[in-house]
């Protein structure tokens, strides 16, 4: 894989900044690509699961519903005081929280019947490395599922979201489809079966959500809940942040301000099977 500049996404800080906010909003967008993702890989009473950069635990909760066990891991202590703060209020027991880097995962070989990643090893620096620690702690005959996001371009919610980022940093280029990336459907299969994987699959699911907030109410989510946003905010100051945080509020409602639209959220999920052993 072509070496490439470090995504400023594939550090903590960024994370543990918006965790409230993510935890609150975001995990809307998340949960129908994670309830997919479990059914895809059949999760059910005896099976033994693994998410991997779990953020504030979106699969994890869903999950620990259905498995025998979760072990859910992060590089972000703030999300992880989220899922924390859920599974005290849900009384879940059978979720294990720890803190830890996806690309050398501190768990025994043939560990789990099924690892998930949801939208979080698409940012690792070292993706093969995050595919082939996914296989080795599975056990012969277990299931990965990971998912990230298809071109911007393909997501009318997406495009909105990032038609606001670029309108309050006209500096930002715009979003262009990113080949050396989990978008590009033939290289997320490529890295799948490299790490070893077998009947590997990568397919596209769409969903789509009802616009419940004005485009004031829109921004003042995606703040609270974008990586991103709070990136470019440290980056300008706050005088400069203010005005052009009204830039983004009029982009949007200028887009908001004609005929009800969908919008939708598209996404990729790569399936593989570690071969069971002859």
């Not at 995990?27 to 998410?51: N, W």
């Not at 991997?52 to 999950?63: E, F, H, R, S």
């Not at 003042?220 to 100051?237: I, T």
């Amino acid at each position: 894989m072509v070496a490439r500049p470090p995504n400023p996404l594939s550090h903590s800080e960024p994370w543990d900044l918006v965790a409230s906010g993510y935890a609150e909003e975001a995990t809307t967008i998340m949960i129908p690509f994670s309830k997919l993702a479990l059914e895809m890989a059949e999760v059910g009473p005896t099976t033994r699961v693994l998410d991997v950069a779990t953020g504030p635990g979106t699969l994890a909760l869903l999950a620990a519903e259905r498995a025998k066990s979760v072990e859910a891991l992060d590089f972000s202590e703030s999300m992880l005081a989220e899922l924390r703060r859920a599974l005290a209020e849900r009384k879940l027991e059978n979720v294990r929280v720890s803190v830890g880097d996806g690309q050398a995962l501190s768990f025994a070989d043939d560990s789990f019947d099924a690892a998930f990643s949801m939208f979080g090893l698409m940012f690792f620096p070292d993706r093969p490395k995050g595919f082939s620690e996914l296989f080795r702690v599975l056990a012969p005959g277990g299931v990965a599922v990971v998912s990230s996001w298809a071109p911007i371009d393909e997501s009318s919610l997406m495009t909105l979201m990032f038609g606001a980022i670029r309108a309050a940093d006209p500096s930002r280029p715009a979003p262009q489809k990113d080949l050396l990336s989990l978008e590009n459907a033939e290289l997320f299969e490529r890295e799948l079966r490299d790490a070893g994987f077998s009947e590997v699959r990568v397919t596209a699911h769409e969903k789509e959500f009802p616009l419940t907030a004005d485009a004031d109410e829109l921004w003042e989510r995606m703040v609270k809940s974008s990586a991103p946003l709070v990136l470019m905010r440290r980056r300008m100051g706050e005088e400069q942040w203010a005005k052009q945080a009204e830039v983004a509020r009029a982009h949007l409602h200028e887009r908001l301000s004609g005929p009800p639209f969908p919008l939708t959220s598209k996404a990729y999920l790569g399936f593989g099977r570690k071969p069971r052993a002859t």
